[in-house]
């Protein structure tokens, strides 16, 4: 046998999708939109499974609160910006990409004490950005998400089947392991 279990989890964020390109002949509006910068309320739900139930659980799903927490710590009202944007330079214009601090969980963001002396507003500015080393599609939020959930799981030996991440309630994408 085998048991699912899964939890969702909501969280505000923006991006840019730079890489957008659309087919006249499919797309009724030819404005490629998500080349602006914009903004999303993401519902990300997370797909555990596994052959062995342990205290009759898959896991407790308290075993899951870590993952809020990084959706929460890290990109919850944040901008999520892909390092090889064109408007990187534009939009981080203090920071060349090799002074941003790297993270475990395949993120970065900029080192505030670089702008320790700007003023307050610049400073927000700058602590509000994600950066990420992919185009931040659903396709890729869901693939990073599931990345991050597989690797802090199989700590409990249980496996994350499936990450569904919608940016919208009407677009979204899935992954599955």
């Known amino acids: 046998m085998t048991w699912k279990i899964s939890k969702s989890f909501d969280f505000c964020y923006g991006h840019r999708v730079w890489s957008q390109e659309l087919n006249p002949e499919f797309s009724l509006d030819p404005c490629l939109k998500c080349r602006h910068l914009h903004g999303h309320q993401g519902k990300v739900i997370l797909y555990i499974e596994s052959t062995k139930l ?18 929460d710590d890290v990109l919850d009202h944040k ?39 700007e003023p307050q507003h610049i400073k927000e500015m700058y ?35 499936s990450i569904e ?6 677009s979204i994408s899935q992954v599955y392991a």
Not at 56 to 70: E, R
Not at 165 to 170: G, H, I, L, N, Q
């Open 127 to 161: 602590e509000s950005y994600v950066v990420v080393e992919f185009i931040p599609t659903s396709e890729n939020l869901s693939t990073w998400f599931l990345q991050i959930a597989q690797k802090k799981m199989k700590k409990l030996d249980v496996k994350v089947s």
């Open 54 to 71: 342990k205290n009759g659980m898959v896991t407790d799903f308290n075993h899951l609160n870590w993952f809020k927490a990084f959706l």
């Open 79 to 117: 901008f999520i910006i892909d390092i090889n944007d064109p408007l990187f330079e534009t939009l981080l214009p203090h920071y060349d990409k090799k002074e941003l601090l790297e993270f475990e969980d395949g993120y970065k963001l900029p080192d505030l004490t670089k702008i320790k002396d």
């Open 165 to 170: 991440f919608a940016e919208s309630p009407k």
